[in-house]
């Protein structure tokens, strides 16, 4: 069974060539649509360095737990010491308790005698 191209009142031909404004207008929208992605792929790319450039000026992070320093044997008085060393060698430290997740590299382990 052969399959015809219908043609005639009522039927268009199966691919009907496209007129040329359609053609023009086709070529605009493919254009913008290119042109957009190429300036928003730019812009993306822009706020990624810049993102890049701020995590690397950050201060590295430490979380203390002053209940375990205070079960290390550590009073108030010697942990804030301890914490204003680490911060003047360049450390942001925080107080786990402050903390909701973190990985487990930037809690600082505390034993006996640490800080003196």
């Known amino acids: 069974m052969d399959v015809e191209q219908r043609t005639g009142a009522g039927h268009e031909p199966a691919m009907a060539p496209l007129t040329t404004p359609l053609r023009w207008s086709l070529t605009l929208l493919f254009g913008a649509v290119l042109a957009g ?3 928003g792929l730019g812009i993306s790319q822009k706020r990624l ?11 590295p992070v430490v979380i203390l737990s002053v209940s375990e320093a205070v079960r290390a044997g550590l009073d108030a008085g010697q942990i804030r010491v301890f914490a204003e060393r680490l911060g003047e060698r360049g450390f942001l430290v925080l107080d786990e308790q402050a903390v909701l ?16």
């Open 37 to 39: 992605a190429v300036v």
């Open 101 to 116: 997740a973190a990985p487990a590299e930037l809690y600082l382990p505390l034993s006996e005698g640490v800080g003196r």
């Open 49 to 59: 360095a810049a993102l890049a450039g701020d995590a690397a000026r950050q201060p």
